[in-house]
């Protein structure tokens, strides 16, 4: 089993920056990928970010140039630096992770609890 413990939500103005961190811990042998998805009141849970085991990043639009995710020197460990936040990035965010538990286990994917975003003056 893997778990996942995210961190770094809260209240932030408009215009200010948060930072939010995961960390996986468990029965890992090999990541594939690592991102952030976010969910807000009547919509459908979305991909934020997301970066491979390769490195390659992906991004929704909304959030280009002001939003940048990262792994740890671990590697078992995501990050989510959010600048210039807007009142439309308030949502409950959640960190997903894509892994194999050994080395000829099929894909895994694991979802943590969410931590809440709130941009609002």
């Known amino acids: 089993q893997v778990q996942l413990v995210e961190s770094g939500g809260g209240l932030v103005q408009p215009g200010g920056s948060l930072r939010l961190s995961c960390a996986a811990s468990g029965t890992i042998f090999s990541i594939v990928a690592m991102g952030w998805y976010r969910q807000s009141p009547g919509n459908e849970r979305e991909l934020v970010a997301r970066i491979t085991s390769g490195g390659m990043l992906n991004y929704v639009d909304s959030v280009k140039g002001r939003f940048a995710i990262s792994r740890g020197n671990g590697k078992n460990t995501v990050y989510l630096q959010m600048n210039s936040l807007k009142p439309e990035d308030t949502a409950v965010y959640y960190c997903?992770?894509?892994?194999?538990?050994?080395?000829?286990?099929?894909?895994?994917?694991?979802w943590g609890k969410g931590t809440l975003v709130t941009v609002s003056s």
């Open positions: 997903n992770v894509v892994l194999r538990s050994d080395p000829v286990s099929k894909l895994e994917d694991y």
